[in-house]
């Protein structure tokens, strides 16, 4: 990989019509963000998003909470003690049952399916043993034909749960590659009911939370079905005090995965160790999750395309300047730090990000800026010559070739008279009609097409739009001697268009129903010295202008609405008009980005010297602080300057809030 080019030289890519490098990171940006897209509907992708997961969330052996559940297994152990057929008498299960009640169980669950009747006298054992403190266990299954989609429940016998033992459905969902990751969404489920039966709240299950697995096969405290029906003579005293017992099977050494076995499935675990673990301890495991509140939110839609985009971001900023060894380690340590931050918000904040999309997202910009660099390394005289020789002398081609250096763009220093002007509002109205775009293109385009006529009907040059905001100028490229005169009468003929656009609106909203949205203008007008000429990249350049007036002008804009009036004018601006208009002084400003005050002007009609005169002695009682909220110059001067009223109140009620204070 080579250096980017210095920053006089060109960086027009070969065979691309990108030359500016931030705007070819973008384009690298946009391309990443298109094609994670559309690989993450790859059937691949998913899967490569779980196993992800699968190594986050064991990095750790996060071990089962102490006071968690107690498995029951019905292992090779005592299917050699009990010496029996399976599936075992339910005779057999009741005595299990009171064996644990009589040890102090708090709740039994038997991960057992009892939907068909057995003999006569083993269900009327069960039937006797089971209570509200047992949970028996049911099925759901999909069954799919040609012809239609069945779900099938299996519950336990009418007669079991009429004598008070509960169902809990124990299904559970694996994902595409077998691995069992997402608590069950069932509202009656197993872990849920035994929860319940607990005496616990049970919060809403979110939608495809995922499990937080604690351990390996068998990490649960696990002791034999044969030993628990003679606790006193096997166990410890106490094993089962007032602890949640599960019943299941659960085989001694955990079945492989290659070679199945009956009610075990895949976790994450299962990559590192290749075995099983019981349905059981996976119902151990929803249980904990739900009362833990430890289940893992998968995050996806927004925040994943912030993390993506932020990732594309830090690659951009990594080869911003050049690329090179260090763009190889800046990756590196990326990648580490995406699954960092994944396996910190997996574990701290139980919500999961894969750290997939960010990984490719940032080799994929940052590489590809990389392959760009080495192309222009190689290349770059040919660049600039191709760049240049469209508009400018061989020689100075052939110079600027010689001396890449020399390559600038820049301008020329004019008195302009800038204006901005913007709809005040319309961010509000934009909102109220986002479900209708071509509705809102449409009112724009109805707005920005008179208002650009008059600009250039009076001699002016528009250098930019910006949403519903006109950026123009006046004096450049041609000389206009009287560019601010010809800015203002603009500015006063675009309120005559808006307000012709507004009865237009009002028609139209009367004759269709649909709400009516009026349109007010502020506009701002400096007078100042500028840098204008083209200005941009060595490819693509616009005229413009920039300067301290350029940002005055854009601040009287967003002032003007403070004042409540429709146009603001700079000091200088109010100065070349005066003769030809009414200019008032309403305040002096100190905007953002100067600190002397400036005086801000607007126009007004006709209006007689003595009202002129009043105006004047009410502004020097405004900046001497001897004006008052009471003075009657203020009802005087909104009957004598009706143009100003609203000015006149806003000041009136900008002084009884400092009086407050």
Known sequence: MNKAPTPGQSRESLGWPFSSRSLRLLVLILVTLIGISLLSRLPAWPLLELKSFDYLST???LPPPEDGPVIVAIDEPSLAAINAQWPWPRSLHAELIRQLRAAGAKVIGLDIIMAEPSSVENDAAITAAVGPDVILAGDETLIQTPQA??????????????AGARTGIASIELGGDGVFRTIPPYEDGFAVTLLRAAGNDVDTIPSNSMIQTFGPARSYPTVSYYQALDPKNFLPEGTFKDRIVLVGLSLQNAPEIDKGGADAFATPYTMHTGKLTAGVEIQATIYDNLRQRMSITRTGGVPFVGFVLLAAALAAATVWKSTGWLTLLATVVAICAFALLSY?????DHFFVSPLGPTVAFVSVAFGQAAFDFAEERRNKQRITRAFSQYISPDLVKKLSDDPSQLKLGGERRTLSVLF????????IAETMKDDPERLTGLINRLLTPLSDIVMDHGGTIDKYMGDCIMAFWNAPLDDPKHALHAVQASLAMQTAIGKLN?????????????LHVLKMGVGINTGECVV????????FDYSCLGDSVNLASRLEGASKNYGVAILLGEETARLVHGRYTVVELDRIVVKGRTVPSPVFTIIESARPEDLEMHAAFLLGKYDRTLTPLDPVFDRLETAI????????????ELARSTEE
């Not at 069945?150 to 009429?162: E, K, S, W």
């Not at 910190?344 to 701290?348: E, H, Q, V």
């Not at 000429?533 to 693509?540: E, V, Y």
């Open 344 to 348: 910190a918000g997996l574990r701290f």
């Open 533 to 540: 000429g083209n200005m941009g990249s060595n490819r693509r």
């Open 642 to 653: 009706p143009t100003l009223r609203l000015y006149y109140s806003i000041i009136r009620s």
């Open 503 to 515: 009865k237009e609106l009002e028609s139209e909203a009367k004759a269709s129903g649909a709400p």
């Open 421 to 428: 002007s913007d709809v005040r509002g319309f961010t509000t």
């Open 149 to 162: 989609d069945q779900l099938v429940r299996a519950t336990p016998l009418p007669q079991l749960t009429a």
């Open 59 to 61: 990095v750790d052996d």
